[in-house]
C-alpha cells in the first residue's frame, strides 16, 4: 500500500516535529505556555477554576492534533475485504459495486489562522477497483487523522482524498465538506441570529464548502461524480463547484479580516510587553504540538489567537448601573424579543453573547432571556443596556453557571423586585474534544426575588420562551 504518510508541510520537519511534541514534555510545554498566556489575560492562577485549566487546556490541543503521530496504513492495514455477491463478473470501473459512499461524517479541526475549533460535516465516495472494498468505518477513522491537524478545509480534503487515493488505490476518490467557523466577538451583532447547529448547518458561522476529487470522479464522461451529489441530496445536502482554492483560507477564517499587524515572518514590534510573551507562549504551543510555526500559513498563527484571547481579558471596571437607560412602557408592547405582559412582568428574549470557558479557553456562545418585575413606576430596562450586562459579564474568562448568576444578581440590583434569568449555550469544549457531543447544549437558570417564590411568574416566563422558540425566535 501506497500510504500517505506526511503530514501537510516538509516530511523532514514533520516528522522532527513529531518527536519534539510525542512525549510527556511536549504536554508540560503547553502547560507552561498557558500558564503565560492566564498572566497575561489578568488572571490569577490560584484562582479555583483556574487551577487545573493549563492541564485541561493542554490536553485538549493534543488530542485535537493527535492527527500528526497517525498513519494511513495503520488504519487501512488489513480492512481490505474481496467484493462479494458475483463471481466472474466485471462490473463498473473494473469492480461489481460501483460507488461506495459514506455520507454526514461529523468531525471537529483546529483552524491553522486562530487554533480556533470549526466544525465538519464529511461526506467520502469511492468507486470500487480490483473488486476490493475497504471497512466503511476505517474511512472516518482516516479522516478523523486529517482532521486532528492544524487544518484549512481545501488542503483537508485535498489530503483526505488523496490519502485514501494512495492507499488502497480505488478508481477515484471523492470528498466532500461543509464547514463552520464561529465568528469573532467584533463581528457579532446585538440583532443576529443565535448561533446553534442544525441539520442544514450552524446559523450565526461562516460557512464554506469544499470538495476534492481523484480518478474517475475527474473524468467528464463519467457519471460517478453526478451519482455522488444525488446520493449526497438524498440527506438534503448539495454541492456546486465554485470556491477559488487561493482565497479560500484569507475568507475562510474571521481572524484574516482583523489586519493584524505581521512582515517578513515576524510579528510587528506593535505587539510588546504581555503580549510579547504571549506570542511566544503560542509559538511553542504550536511547536509542541508537532507543527512548524514558521510554515508561511502559521506565521500570524499567534498573534491572530492572541488577538481573540484578549477579547476575554480580566476587565477592573465594575458595571455602573446609574448609567443604564430605563424607559416607560406600554404593559401590551411586543417588539424583536422584547414583550411586556400585563401584570408587571417584562420578558426581554434572545440577547446574544459570546463567553470563553475558564476551564478550556474554549469559547461557549448563545443567547440569554431576562425577566423581572420592574418598580412601582412602570419602568423597565432599556434593552440596549441588558445586552451591555450580557457582553460586560461574558466577554472574559467564565463558566456558565456563574454567568447566569451575575447578570440576574445585576439586573435585581436596578429593579429589586425578582429576576429570572435563563442562558442556553453551546460550548466548543463539548463538541470539539472528548466526547464531541456535535449538537449537544446546557441550559441554566438563576432567580431572585418574587421568581424565587412564584411558581406561576416562572412558568410565565418559561412559556414566553417556548412561544418564541416555537415560532424561530431562536435555536
Request: with cysteine; proline share 3%; charged share 20%.
Amino acid at each position: 500500500m501506497g500510504a500517505l504518510d506526511d503530514g501537510q508541510f516538509d516530511a523532514n520537519v514533520a516528522e522532527t516535529a513529531i518527536v519534539r511534541g510525542g512525549g510527556g514534555s511536549g504536554a508540560m510545554e503547553i502547560e507552561d505556555a498557558v500558564r503565560i498566556l492566564l498572566i497575561g489575560l489578568g488572571e490569577n492562577l490560584e484562582r479555583e477554576g483556574l487551577r487545573k485549566t493549563p492541564l485541561r487546556v493542554a490536553k485538549a490541543f493534543r488530542e485535537g492534533t493527535r492527527g500528526y503521530g497517525q498513519k494511513v496504513k495503520d488504519i487501512l492495514q488489513g480492512a481490505l475485504f474481496p467484493e462479494a455477491g458475483f463471481d466472474h463478473v466485471t462490473g463498473q470501473a473494473g469492480g461489481t459495486g460501483g460507488l461506495v459512499v459514506v455520507r454526514d461524517i461529523n468531525l471537529f479541526s483546529y483552524c491553522e489562522s486562530c487554533l480556533l475549533p470549526f466544525s465538519i460535516r464529511c461526506h467520502i465516495g469511492y468507486v470500487t477497483s480490483g473488486k476490493r472494498v475497504v471497512g466503511l468505518s476505517k474511512l472516518s477513522r482516516v479522516a478523523d487523522i486529517f482532521a486532528k491537524r492544524l487544518q484549512e478545509p481545501q488542503r483537508l480534503a485535498d489530503e483526505l482524498s488523496h490519502a485514501l487515493q494512495n492507499s488502497f488505490t480505488p478508481a477515484g476518490v471523492s470528498v466532500i465538506l461543509y464547514c463552520w467557523h464561529i465568528q469573532f466577538p467584533e463581528v457579532v451583532k446585538c440583532d443576529q441570529i443565535p448561533w446553534y447547529p442544525s441539520e442544514s448547518g450552524i446559523q450565526g458561522w461562516l460557512q464554506t464548502s469544499v470538495c476534492s476529487r481523484t480518478g474517475v470522479f475527474k473524468d467528464k464522461n463519467s457519471s460517478f461524480w453526478e451519482e455522488f451529489k444525488l446520493l449526497l441530496k438524498f440527506r438534503g445536502a448539495s454541492f456546486t463547484l465554485g470556491n477559488s482554492r487561493g482565497t479560500l483560507a484569507h475568507a475562510w477564517c474571521p481572524s484574516r479580516s482583523l489586519d493584524l499587524p505581521e512582515g517578513n515572518g515576524r510579528i510587528s514590534s506593535l505587539l510588546v510587553g504581555a503580549q510579547s510573551e504571549m506570542l511566544a507562549a503560542v509559538t511553542s504551543i504550536i511547536w509542541s504540538l508537532g507543527e512548524d510555526p514558521f510554515r508561511k500559513e502559521l506565521v500570524g498563527t499567534p498573534a491572530r489567537y492572541v488577538h481573540w484571547l484578549m477579547k476575554f481579558k480580566k476587565s477592573i471596571l465594575e458595571m455602573k448601573n446609574n448609567g443604564f437607560l430605563l424607559h416607560k412602557t406600554d404593559p401590551h408592547e411586543s417588539s424583536n424579543g422584547h414583550v411586556h405582559i400585563a401584570d408587571e412582568m417584562s420578558t426581554e428574549l434572545n440577547l446574544p453573547f459570546c463567553a470563553q470557558c475558564e476551564h478550556h479557553l474554549l469559547p461557549f456562545h448563545g443567547v440569554v432571556h431576562v425577566g423581572y418585575f420592574y418598580d412601582g413606576e412602570k419602568k423597565a430596562i432599556d434593552r440596549p443596556a441588558l445586552q451591555s450586562m450580557v457582553q460586560f459579564f461574558g466577554c472574559k474568562l467564565q463558566v456558565q453557571e456563574r454567568l447566569t448568576k451575575q447578570i440576574a444578581q445585576e439586573v435585581d440590583s436596578v429593579t429589586g423586585k425578582g429576576v429570572m434569568v435563563v442562558v442556553e449555550a453551546n460550548h466548543i469544549c463539548m463538541i470539539s474534544r472528548g466526547i464531541e457531543k456535535t449538537g449537544s447544549s446546557t441550559a441554566t437558570i438563576a432567580v431572585t426575588g418574587k421568581f424565587s417564590s412564584d411558581a406561576s411568574a416562572k412558568a410565565l416566563f418559561l412559556e414566553a420562551i417556548s412561544r418564541n422558540a416555537a415560532s424561530g425566535g431562536f435555536f
